[in-house]
T-cell receptor
Framework: DAKTTQPPSMDCAEGRAANLPCNHS???????VYWYRQIHSQGPQYIIH???NNETNEMASLIITEDRKSSTLILPHATLRDTAVYYC????????????FGTGTRLTVIP | IAGITQAPTSQILAAGRRMTLRCTQD?????MYWYRQDLGLGLRLIHY???????GKGEVPDGYSVSRANTDDFPLTLASAVPSQTSVYFC??????????????FGEGSRLTVL
């Protein structure tokens, strides 16, 4: 499985957009980009995933570059409750068991 | 909707003792996983099961065993606990069939301290 690179930490002002980058330069053609987050000591929570098109849901938007070597998770209006560790993962949609979470980006939303 | 239930939520254990962490899901998912999370190391896959009756090793399987007698349950056993197994353990599940989106559903974790 391809690995990902994320900055260890980021700050964002409350109400502003949070843009979390992820590099996945060795991603394969059949691998999706997934984002999860972990709030405090809770279990990780799925946010969004995509293959090559940009995706949006009620939680966030995912922008994937045309060469698929990097992506950005966008939280359009960050709230204090979005403070968490965000993990970017690449994997095939089904069948892959070595899901590498890495250490993620710790996002702190500042009042 | 319960989703994934882990037990116990926390446990202090003497080194050398046997311990089983329980995980039950009510979503009829095919695949189940056990991860451990240690400070600075993120989540690491211990064992997984693609379907009832089958299991596989993840990144850090040594010192752990699993079984998958049925779809719902996926217990993780430490035969003889050591202090390095002090960690937070997360169980997860996924559909792994048909229109699977690849999403993993996680439990709330079991905090284990081995003294």
């Amino acid at each position: 499985d391809a690995k990902t690179t994320q900055p260890p930490s980021m700050d964002c002002a409350e109400g502003r957009a949070a843009n979390l980058p992820c590099n996945h330069s060795t991603i394969s053609g059949n691998e999706y980009v997934y984002w999860y987050r972990q709030i405090h000591s809770q279990g990780p929570q799925y946010i969004i995933h995509g293959l090559k098109n940009n995706e949006t849901n009620e939680m966030a938007s995912l922008i994937i570059t045309e060469d698929r070597k990097s992506s950005t998770l966008i939280l359009p209006h960050a709230t204090l409750r979005d403070t968490a560790v965000y993990y970017c993962i690449v994997r095939v949609a089904a069948g892959a068991n070595n899901l590498f979470f890495g250490t993620g980006t710790r996002l702190t939303v500042i009042p | 909707i319960a989703g994934i239930t882990q037990a116990p939520t926390s446990q202090i254990l003497a080194a050398g003792r046997r311990m089983t962490l329980r995980c039950t899901q009510d979503m009829r998912h095919n695949a189940m996983y056990w991860y451990r999370q240690d400070l600075g190391l993120g989540l690491r896959l211990i064992h997984y099961s693609n379907t009832a009756g089958t299991t596989g090793k993840g990144e850090v399987p040594d010192g752990y065993s699993v079984s998958r007698a049925n779809t719902d349950d996926f217990p993780l056993t430490l035969a003889s606990a050591v202090p390095s197994q002090t960690s937070v353990y997360f169980c997860a599940s996924s559909v792994l069939a048909g229109a699977d989106t690849g999403e993993l559903f996680f439990g709330e974790g079991s905090r284990l301290t081995v003294l």
